[in-house]
């Protein structure tokens, strides 16, 4: 079945520490994106990835570094300079047209240490 | 610059009773307006949208939601609740001009279905 596969699912993070979460799709989408959420805070865009090798900034993209080298792929590194970084990371893929709605991963839950 | 407006954190019915879940928008032009649901420690997953034409949409498991344009909104709905119902529900929009447009989510209305 085509889907968005996230991982890990958990992930522990300690100060100082770079960690990369994975995202893989295998839906032939061209979009993908990266939303953290927050509790009472709903969605906010990180980064998104209209095309291979190019990317843009959401949000918050302060603390945070993407590459998307394949189509397929689209993984986020979330750096020591992210101050907070606590929070469940969802991934997001859409193919091209305006009114098609998200596709997500289950998402990964970094926990800092 | 657009938003979503969730006014309610937290929504319960009774089984079979209906639902409404509450989302107003703010966008410049024409939207596209989407639901979404979010089981506990999952992904969000896509309920229905709202493109064109028909003000009353249908999704799946029996939700649906009705278009509103003069008072921007796009409530959720369902005639009898489940239990199995209970989630989180997230309302989104983005415009409908062309190119990358940005989607907005709101912050999410837990409902909580009660046997």
């Known amino acids: 079945d085509g889907g968005i596969t996230q991982s890990p699912k958990y992930l522990f993070r300690k100060e100082g520490q770079n960690v990369t979460l994975s995202c893989e799709q295998n839906?032939?989408?061209?979009?993908m994106y990266w939303y953290r959420q927050d509790p009472g805070q709903g969605l906010r865009l990180i980064y998104y990835s209209q095309i291979v090798n190019d990317f843009q900034k959401g949000d918050i993209a302060e603390g945070y570094s993407v590459s998307r080298e394949k189509k397929e792929s689209f993984p986020l590194t979330v750096t020591s300079a992210q101050k907070n970084p606590t929070a469940f990371y969802l991934c997001?893929?859409?193919?091209?047209?305006?009114?098609?709605?998200?596709?997500f991963g289950s998402g990964t839950r970094l926990t800092v240490v | 610059a657009q938003s979503v407006a969730q006014p309610e954190d937290q929504v319960n019915v009774a089984e079979g009773n209906p639902l409404t879940v509450k989302c107003t928008y703010s966008?410049?032009?024409?939207?596209?307006l989407f639901w979404y649901v979010q089981y506990p420690n999952r992904g969000l997953q896509f309920l229905l949208k709202?493109?064109?034409?028909?003000?009353l949409v249908k999704g799946s498991y029996g939700f649906e939601a009705e278009f509103n344009k003069s008072q921007t909104s796009f409530h959720l709905k369902k005639p009898s609740a489940l239990v199995s119902d209970s989630a989180l529900y997230f309302c989104?929009?983005?415009?409908?001009?062309?190119?990358?447009?940005?989607?907005?989510f709101g912050t999410g209305t837990k409902l909580q279905v009660i046997p």
């Open positions: 839906l032939n989408h061209d979009a």
């Open positions: 997001a893929s859409t193919a091209t047209g305006a009114n098609y709605g998200y596709t």
């Open positions: 989104a929009v983005r415009p409908q001009a062309g190119g990358y447009q940005k989607v907005t």
């Open positions: 709202y493109i064109t034409g028909d003000n």
């Open positions: 966008v410049s032009g024409n939207p596209y």
